[in-house]
C-alpha cells in the first residue's frame, strides 16, 4: 500500500501542500491565542476604567447619565467670569459697583467699605453724582479713562448708566449690582428723592418743585392719563431698566421693548453678578463664593451689621392705597419681567455652588 502511495505522481505534491498547510494552521491559531491573552491582559488591566466608561450606551439608563454629569464638579468662578484669562486676573480687575438708587445701598455701602479695609483694596466712592447718570460720548470717553487709571484693586461705586468699555477698545471692568422688588423700591425712591430735596437741596434732582409735597396716591390721580409721568425721572425716580440699558436714548423710554432686552442682554453679557435685596443673605454669601479675592468672608460681616439696618425706619414714605398698589403694579410690566429675570439668574447661580 506504501508502494502505491510513493509511486503515484502525485504524491510529492500532496505531501508539499499537506505539510504547509499544517504549519500555517498551527501559526495562524498561536497567533489567534497570542491575541485573545493580550486583549484578556489588557481588559484586566482596563476593568476599573471599563467600570466607569461603558462603551456600550445601551446599557446605560437616561438617569445614569444625569447623575453621572451631575456629579462632574463645576468652578464657581466659570458661573460668572467670561474667561480663564479673566479668572486668572481677577485680583488685578477693577469692580465697578453700579449704584441703583434705593436697593439697600447704605449697608451694602457699609459692608463694602469694611471689607475694603480688611481686604486691601481701594473703595472709590462717587454718591454725589446721582444726577449725573447720562454721559455724551466725550465724558463717557473721559471716564473710561479715569477707570483706566484707578489702582488695580479697586471698587468704584456710583449710580451711572452701564457703560461698554469695549467700545472704545479698552478692557471691560467687573460690573457689579444690587436690585429691590420693583414696587418697594418704586415707593421708597419716590417718596426718598422728595426727602433729599427737602434736606439737602444741593442734590435735588427734581425740577418742578410744586410736586414735591405730593403724595404717589395724589399723583396718579393728577396725571391719571400720563400716570407713568409719577414713576418717571422727572418726577425723581430712576428705572433700573435704564441703568442697566446704558446710555442710548431709547433706554428713557417707557415701556420699550428695545430697552428692556438691551438691559437683558447686559446683565448677561457684563454683569458679573447682580444681587437681590429681598434675599441678602445669599445674595453676601453667592458674592463671597463668586469673587473670594475682594469678598472673602463678606457674610460674616453682614451678619454683624444687617440687624441695625433691618430696623431702620423709613419715615419718610408714606403707605399706598391698595388701588395705588394695583395701579403701580401695573405700570411697571417690564420691570417685574427685570427683577424675575434677575432673580432667575441669581437663584441658578446659587444653586450651582450650594
Known amino acids: 500500500m506504501s508502494e502505491t502511495f510513493f509511486t503515484n505522481k502525485y504524491d510529492p505534491l500532496i505531501i508539499i501542500v499537506s505539510l504547509f498547510l499544517l504549519i500555517g494552521n ?10 485573545y491573552k493580550v486583549a484578556t491582559r489588557t481588559t484586566a488591566n482596563e476593568k476599573q476604567e471599563e467600570e466607569i466608561f461603558i462603551s456600550n450606551t445601551n446599557q446605560i ?3 445614569k447619565v444625569k447623575d453621572f454629569i451631575s456629579r462632574i464638579p463645576i468652578d464657581p468662578c466659570e458661573i460668572c467670569l467670561k474667561t480663564k484669562r479673566d479668572m486668572m486676573d481677577i485680583s488685578n480687575k477693577i469692580i465697578i459697583y453700579n449704584q441703583i438708587l434705593k436697593c439697600d445701598t447704605s449697608l451694602f455701602n457699609l459692608i463694602l467699605r469694611a471689607q475694603s479695609k ?3 483694596y481701594q473703595f472709590v466712592v462717587k454718591s454725589h453724582d446721582y444726577s449725573i447718570q447720562i454721559l455724551n460720548k466725550n465724558e463717557q470717553k473721559k471716564f473710561v479713562a ?8 479697586t471698587i468704584y461705586k456710583r449710580s451711572i448708566r452701564f457703560i461698554n468699555f469695549e467700545k472704545f477698545n479698552k478692557s471691560q471692568p ?3 449690582s444690587l436690585l429691590q422688588n420693583p414696587f418697594e423700591r418704586i415707593l ?17 434732582f427734581i425740577r418742578n418743585k410744586r410736586i414735591l409735597h405730593e403724595s404717589l396716591d ?3 390721580i393728577r396725571n391719571k392719563n400720563q400716570s407713568y409721568f409719577c414713576i418717571s425721572s422727572k418726577s425723581g425716580v430712576n428705572s433700573p431698566i435704564a441703568y442697566f440699558c446704558g446710555q442710548k436714548s431709547f433706554c428713557d423710554q417707557y415701556n420699550s421693548r428695545q430697552a428692556l432686552d438691551r438691559a437683558k ?3 448677561d453679557k457684563h454683569y458679573q453678578f447682580v444681587g437681590i435685596t429681598e434675599d441678602l443673605p445669599k445674595t453676601f454669601l453667592l458674592l463671597e463664593k463668586l469673587i473670594p479675592k475682594y469678598f472673602k468672608n463678606i457674610t460674616t460681616v453682614y451678619n454683624h451689621h444687617h440687624l441695625r439696618y433691618k430696623t431702620k425706619s423709613k419715615h419718610y414714605i408714606q403707605k399706598p392705597t391698595a388701588a395705588t398698589a394695583q395701579w403701580i403694579q401695573n405700570l411697571l410690566q417690564n420691570e417685574i419681567e427685570l427683577y424675575d429675570f434677575i432673580k432667575q439668574l441669581f437663584y441658578n447661580h446659587y444653586r450651582r455652588l450650594k
Not at 26 to 35: A, K, L, M, P, T
Not at 146 to 153: A, T
Request: charge should be positive; hydrophobic fraction near 25%; include cysteine.
Open 26 to 35: 498551527i501559526f495562524f491559531v498561536n497567533q489567534d491565542s497570542y491575541r
Open 61 to 63: 439608563s437616561s438617569n
Open 118 to 120: 480688611k481686604h486691601k
Open 146 to 153: 479715569y477707570i483706566q487709571k484707578l489702582k488695580r484693586r
Open 174 to 176: 467687573f460690573y457689579i
Open 188 to 204: 421708597s425712591d419716590y417718596y426718598y428723592s422728595r426727602y433729599l430735596c427737602k434736606k439737602k437741596s444741593s442734590i435735588c
Open 218 to 220: 395724589d399723583c396718579l
Open 265 to 267: 442682554s447686559n446683565i
